[in-house]
């Protein structure tokens, strides 16, 4: 599997059955235009196909910094329960460390680890970075 930054709307709209629902133009190049935000793809090595997204979202705050918060992950079906999302993850902690954030983290319920349920996705988590609570 090889992981790359979307920066093509094109792009992003071939992977648009990982998305909760069809990548719109005008929002998907807001998204892309933005320094702060971030796409990343999975492909699968045999195929070429997309298999996973992840996407993130750098914020500042002025007593915590900047941090990077995993927005959505995507995993196809048959791609699940093989390491890709815990591989986007990683790679988007990679990401965050060299842009200098902290996390990556996401939100959740307090009986949640985390929402992005990585398989044990909070110790995939844990592992990358870590949200404060």
Aim: proline residues 5%; contains cysteine.
């Amino acid at each position: 599997m090889r992981i790359e930054r979307v920066i093509d709307a094109a792009v992003a709209e071939a992977g648009g059955e990982l998305f909760d629902e069809p990548p719109k133009a005008a929002e998907t190049e807001q998204f892309l235009s933005s320094p702060c935000h971030h796409l990343l793809f999975a492909y699968d090595d045999q195929t070429g196909a997309v298999i996973g997204m992840i996407s993130g979202v750098e914020t500042t705050h002025p007593d915590k910094g900047t941090e990077m918060f995993l927005y959505e992950l995507g995993v196809v079906a048959t791609a699940r329960k093989g390491g890709c999302a815990a591989e986007l993850v990683r790679a988007l902690a990679a990401l965050a460390k060299a842009r200098g954030c902290y996390g990556p983290c996401c939100s959740a319920p307090p009986r949640e680890r985390c929402s992005c349920s990585v398989g044990q996705g909070s110790r995939v988590l844990r592992h990358v970075g870590r949200c404060r609570r």
